[in-house]
């Protein structure tokens, strides 16, 4: 079956980097587009940006075009999102998902927490 | 961007319970409109894809409807899994925004 396996929660200082890993099994890697979504806690769902594993052409929305790069290695099935410039608000857990036909893969979720 | 709106914020009903939970969107996204459960603690769920079609597994007493910029999700009889908070999302145009949620508690 379809499983997104992501990196383990971070703790990062404000104006770090952080990376999040998504490592994906059970499909082919390059057939779908791989999609990052943020949560802050008791927050919405925000989605972040998608990535075409295949080419890797990206697009990300406004508000982290500056500050994020999503990137792959196909020979791992692995995606990574890197978010630079950290600031309290960027404290969330990061989501990696595939959305196929009909049904739609989460990873576990990453916590990050930005913090002084 | 296409802004999506979900009311209301809190529905506070009983197991057993139909449950009518609505998305609006700022224009059009066609039938690109899916609706997502999420669990505490747990990465969302997909529940209804192309407005009305259940995904893989999701049971029967889920239903959605709606088209252009007025949808509907329906759960005919509340089980306690279903209080949760509950995500549309449009699919029609990027970015693919979500709404803000409707928490869904028992009364």
């Known amino acids: 079956q379809v499983q997104l396996v992501q990196s383990g929660a971070e703790v990062k200082k404000p104006g770090a980097s952080v990376r999040v890993s998504c490592k994906t099994s059970g499909y082919t890697f390059t057939t779908y587009h791989l999609n990052w979504v943020r949560q802050a806690t008791g927050q919405g769902l925000e989605w972040m940006g998608w990535m075409n594993p295949k080419t890797g052409t990206t697009g990300y929305i406004q508000k982290f075009q500056d500050r994020v790069t999503m990137t792959r290695d196909?020979?791992?099935?692995?995606?990574?999102?890197?978010?630079?410039?950290?600031?309290?608000?960027?404290?969330?857990?990061?989501?990696?998902?595939?959305?196929?036909?009909?049904?739609?893969?989460?990873?576990?979720?990453?916590?990050?927490?930005?913090?002084? | 961007e296409i802004v999506l709106t979900q009311?209301?914020?809190?529905?506070?009903?009983?197991?057993?319970?139909?449950?009518?939970?609505?998305?609006?969107?700022?224009?059009?996204?066609?039938?690109?409109?899916?609706?997502?459960?999420?669990?505490?603690?747990?990465?969302?769920r997909l529940l209804m894809y192309e407005v009305s079609n259940r995904?893989?597994?999701?049971?029967?007493?889920?239903?959605?409807?709606?088209?252009?910029?007025?949808?509907t999700l329906t759960i005919s009889s509340l089980e306690p899994e279903d209080f949760a908070v509950y995500y549309c999302q449009q699919r029609n145009q990027w970015p693919y925004t979500f709404g803000p949620g409707t928490k869904l508690e028992i009364k």
């Open chain 1, 74 to 116: 196909t020979s791992t099935s692995t995606a990574y999102m890197d978010l630079s410039s950290l600031t309290l608000d960027d404290t969330a857990v990061y989501y990696c998902t595939v959305n196929r036909y009909g049904t739609s893969d989460w990873g576990q979720g990453t916590p990050v927490t930005v913090s002084s």
């Open chain 2, 7 to 44: 009311s209301p914020g809190t529905l506070s009903l009983s197991p057993g319970d139909r449950a009518t939970l609505s998305c609006r969107a700022s224009q059009s996204v066609g039938p690109y409109l899916v609706w997502y459960r999420q669990k505490l603690g747990q990465a969302p």
């Open chain 2, 55 to 71: 995904a893989t597994d999701v049971p029967a007493r889920f239903s959605g409807s709606g088209s252009g910029t007025d949808f």
